[in-house]
């Protein structure tokens, strides 16, 4: 028996003795002490911690004191609750196996995973972090009992000791980065002591907090540890401990950390004086961290913690030391004050126009054109990659009229404009972009000159050469009467005609310099880019665009310069869609049992190929919806369109060769036994009609079908779709519909024998069949593809019994099976009737119904057929164009292939996965079916649901199919490329390893 093991039975008794806590006993990890965790019989969790050798009793005596408190006084807060010892003692003395007398108590074990190890990180998280940690500091500063904790290095009041150690880091540059910290430190010390001292936690690090989840896979704090550095201090410093270490947590940031502080600042408001201070304390204490790294480092070179916290506190320090003033802006605009101080006053001072400012060029501008370059904009074309040509005819003036007028483009306005690569904030086409103007445009003639309003003092000005960039740039500082700065950009001049050297003084009217031309713009049509900021940026970097997720600050940091163009602010702002204004309108104008997809709702408002993007320019990829057949937005198709819509748009009462060209076309995709069409408006109305079809020529009611099947909401539609009819509240089984099991390979579901004892039924009451309707591949029942020989049996058996068979292709036509045209090809089966639905219009509505001379024949008894807008010319030119583009970009042997490529990847992933029971499919048609259990195979509903709405959020579109929603619906346009298949390949894992389904749900 070795000692670690003898040591537990040691403490084991004394717990046992001292406690009455008997159970299960587990060494945990731990940097100086001796830590179980014991699980008893009933799963009550406990931790027991022996202290090391010769702990002061202080050190627990103020701890115990505090957490007392806090238990009492904050009863919400997710603390350790200390049990009392059968003696009623907070702790214990106790001989350890050496006779030597160690401290030992017992904490409740809260449940959850260290911050360190979450993922993702998200904002919700952070928030309740923030309120959290807030609601802690509020309790402690009711706790006034009287403790002496022994002192410590982590005191971020007293951060100095380190600069006797800071020549130990043998780097000379970042020697004099620590020492210019400790230097900032020195000036807001003195602010710092005046602020009140309460006893805080002091070392909220991604260690010492635990991360729980709901149901739903939220996450929320669900523990806040080790109060044993405590130390007294201004609650500002438990801030910028935590805030400093998510800032070097991998995976959030920035913008995380500032949820954290909204979330801290909605309980315990931070003041202005304090949000002043925040940053050195935030760059100190990572100073310290590194410092004190590197001194351990000298004893432990090898200990990975102490590596990669030398490494993260490194990083930081170097990057942002020179970031104090954005920082700072930052942290004040999230707590709901000015970005900057003096903020107000300067643009009630640019509003009032007190300065009289200059004409920035010759021209009036207030009767100028406003364009519009939104998401309603056609420019660029191909969103992700804008052409030159587009580029320098933004306007759309012809040569002339650009030569003469003045266009305005408005402040804040989303734009798909920018798509070089240093607007893409990652690297994948669904990154997060910049798209946010935050200036006013002035498109005007190259060589046009330009005058600067306000008297002021050139700070920067550069050339930046690349495409899509500023060209020639210069940025002015401007004062109020009261000395409170701000800056002026202006950009896309003429390199050339910048005469001036940084620091010179321009007075009011002087000239700046000229408009450039295409070749030193960056390459866009001449105009003049005018920014306001109240502050300087991030140091050099002068961004004229932002994030959509940023706007809130920016919007504030950037003003709205049109003051200084003597325009109306009001005109030339854009005006952003409100999303909650269409949801409230959902609600009260349309039906509840209308739904939206996802938890949080997408307004889309452009497609291109597999992409959407929505109201600001946010880029989805789209791998579910399969109505754009040959991609979102075809300029093929829309070009068709324009032109056909200034021709005519009738409909089949009257002659045009588009529907001759479409039947002709369609009819040599099939068999030669197909030889009608029926055009209508869609796939519902094409089941309808085939139903019709169908009941007309056998002179029979009764219809077979697949369980969960789905065919439409018409009435007759529903009547045939349990999916639909087996709801709660729905219309039930009709007596003449017959219901067989869906095949389903996984769960070894074989239903070909079913259907000759509903035959025997049926003709038992005297009934005859009309014939069976089903998917050739059952979508909504999970992406089933039908094990060889199933349709074929049921098939046989049907058309031996006198009924028609119907092939509801709506889903598998038109070649996204890949090697097969439909899905009836694939199952070798030649049925009587075929419905074609969205995906032949590309998005515009057509369905069509393809059958037999025989069976059309039969129809025709005298009672017309007609669907006013089925077959219309517009409607005809357009599901042909859909075919001949299939045809033309190959799509589907690119559907074959891009299968074959995401097949690969999936299968990889279900290797490598618990929660993948199942991946079936082909072409671009794909379920992934998502389980809790490989033998019992019980569906994981909860889990799929996280996995759809967190693809979602790394902005991937996929659905979700099959009787317990478990099934990944995998249906994207067919122009899918290699890059987006590896784009969802790489999320999907990422999901797959997120703490939530990693640690079970």
């Not at 904009?377 to 030159?388: A, G, L, N, R, V």
């Not at 109020?480 to 896309?492: K, Q």
Request: charged share 25%; proline share 5%.
């Amino acid at each position: 028996m070795d000692n670690i093991e003898t040591e537990k039975i040691h403490w084991a008794q004394v717990v046992s003795d001292r406690w009455n806590l008997s159970g299960q006993y587990k060494i945990l990890n731990s940097e100086f002490d001796f830590n179980f965790e014991l699980i008893q019989s009933n799963d009550s969790k406990f931790i027991v911690k022996i202290m090391r050798l010769n702990c002061e009793k202080s050190f627990l005596d103020a701890q115990v004191s505090i957490l007392e408190f806090l238990r009492k006084d904050g009863s919400e807060l997710p603390i350790p609750k200390i049990i009392k010892s059968v003696s009623g003692k907070s702790y214990e003395l106790a001989a350890d196996l050496n006779n030597d007398e160690r401290i030992i108590w017992v904490l409740e074990k809260i449940e959850g995973i260290m911050l360190s190890n979450v993922s993702p990180i998200s904002k919700n998280l952070m928030l309740d972090l923030g309120k959290k940690v807030a609601s802690l500091d509020l309790a402690s500063k009711k706790f006034t009992t009287d403790i002496d904790p022994p002192s410590n290095k982590w005191d971020l009041t007293k951060p100095l000791w380190i600069r006797d150690n800071v020549p130990d880091i043998s780097d000379p540059e970042l020697e004099l980065i620590i020492n210019e910290i400790l230097d900032d430190f020195l000036n807001i010390s003195d602010r710092l002591n005046h602020l009140p001292h309460y006893w805080i936690h002091n070392d909220l690090n991604d260690q010492n907090l635990l991360v729980g989840f709901l149901s739903n896979g939220q996450a929320f704090l669900s523990g806040i540890l080790d109060f044993g550095d405590l130390s007294k201090s201004p609650t500002i410093c438990n801030v910028a401990i935590c805030s400093a270490y998510l800032l070097i947590l991998p995976g959030i940031g920035l913008n995380m950390q500032l949820e954290f502080l909204r979330g801290y600042h909605s309980i315990n408001p931070i003041s202005e004086e304090e949000l002043d201070i925040l940053f050195t304390l935030i760059i100190t204490r990572l100073a310290v961290s590194y410092v004190n790294s590197s001194i351990m480092a000298k004893d432990k070179p090898d200990d990975p913690y102490v590596i990669i916290s030398q490494k993260d506190s490194k990083n930081f320090v170097w990057n942002m030391v020179n970031g104090k003033n954005f920082f700072t802006a930052r942290f004040r605009n999230i707590c709901d004050l000015p970005p900057v101080k003096g903020g107000s006053e300067v643009i009630e001072y640019l509003n009032q126009g007190k300065a009289g400012f200059h004409p920035i060029i010759r021209k009036p501008l207030k009767d100028a054109k406003i364009i519009s370059l939104d998401l309603e904009s056609i420019i660029p074309i191909d969103p992700h990659s804008i052409t030159q040509s587009e580029a320098i005819n933004l306007t759309g003036r012809s040569e002339s009229e650009s030569q003469s007028s003045i266009n305005l483009g408005k402040y804040l306005e989303p734009r798909l404009i920018y798509t070089a690569e240093d607007f893409r904030l990652g690297p994948e086409k669904n990154s997060d972009r910049r798209t946010i103007h935050l200036g006013i445009d002035v498109f005007a003639p190259f060589g046009t000159e330009i005058f600067t309003p306000l008297e002021g003092e050139v700070i920067h000005s550069e050339f930046c050469d690349k495409p899509l960039d500023y060209g020639g740039f210069v940025v002015i500082e401007h004062r109020t009467p009261n000395g409170i700065s701000f800056f002026s950009l202006f950009g896309h001049l003429d390199p050339k005609s910048l005469r001036f050297h940084e620091g010179e003084h321009l007075g009011k009217g002087d000239l700046i310099g000229k408009i450039g031309s295409k070749s030193v713009n960056g390459g866009w049509e001449p105009h003049l880019h005018l920014q306001l900021a109240l502050g300087l940026g991030q140091e050099n970097n002068w961004p004229g665009v932002c994030n959509p997720d940023d706007i809130k600050f920016w919007s504030q940091y950037c003003p709205n310069p049109a003051t200084l163009l003597g325009i109306n602010p009001g005109a030339i702002t854009f005006r952003k869609i409100d999303k909650n204004h269409l949801i409230q309108n959902r609600i009260k104008s349309f039906s509840g049992n209308l739904k939206l997809s996802y938890k949080d709702p997408i307004l889309i408002m452009r497609g291109f190929k597999n992409y959407l993007f929505d109201e600001s320019g946010r880029c989805y990829l789209d791998f579910y919806n399969n109505v754009p057949h040959v991609g979102h937005s075809h300029s093929r198709i829309a070009n068709l369109v324009n032109k056909q819509l200034r021709l005519i748009n009738s409909n089949t009462r009257y002659l045009h060769p588009s529907q001759k060209k479409l039947s002709e076309n369609l009819l040599s995709k099939f068999p030669s036994s197909f030889e009608v069409v029926f055009f209508v408006n869609s796939g519902s109305e094409a089941n309808e009609l085939a139903l019709r079809l169908a009941k007309t020529y056998t002179g029979n009611k009764d219809f077979v079908t697949f369980d969960h099947g789905y065919h439409g909401n018409t009435n007759a539609a529903i009547e045939v779709s349990p999916y639909k009819f087996n709801k709660p509240n729905g219309i039930g089984k009709q007596d003449w519909v017959h219901v067989i099991d869906c095949p389903n390979e996984f769960r070894d579901v074989d239903p070909r024998y079913q259907i000759t004892k509903i035959l025997n039924d049926i003709q038992a009451q005297g009934r005859s069949l009309g014939g069976f309707i089903s998917e050739t591949f059952p979508s909504v029942a999970g992406q089933i593809i039908p094990q060889p020989g199933i349709l074929q049996h049921i098939y046989e058996e049907v058309k031996a019994a006198g009924g028609v068979c119907i092939a509801d292709e709506v889903q598998t036509g038109l070649g996204r099976l890949g090697g097969y045209y439909f899905g009836f090809e694939q199952q070798k089966i030649l049925p009587d009737i075929v419905v074609l639905g969205k995906p032949i219009g590309n998005g515009h509505p057509i369905g069509a119904v393809v059958t037999t001379q025989e069976i059309a024949k039969a129809f025709n008894n005298g009672i017309e057929f007609f669907s006013t807008f089925g077959g219309s010319d517009l409607s005809c030119l357009i599901a042909n164009e859909v075919l001949e583009i299939v045809d033309d970009e190959m799509l589907g042997e690119n559907s074959k292939q891009m299968g074959s490529f995401l097949e690969k990847g999936l299968v990889a992933l279900k290797l490598g996965s618990s929660l993948i029971g199942d991946v079936r499919g082909m072409g671009l048609f794909w379920g992934v079916e998502i389980i809790r259990n490989f033998e019992t195979k019980e569906p994981g509903t909860s889990e799929a649901n996280y996995i759809c709405n967190r693809l979602r959020d790394k902005r991937i579109l996929v659905g979700l199919e099959g009787p317990y929603e478990n099934i990944l619906k995998i249906r994207p346009p067919l122009s899918l490329i290699h890059d987006d298949v590896k784009i969802f390949l790489s999320a999907f894992a990422d999901v797959l390893e997120e703490s939530y389904l990693r640690e079970g749900s």
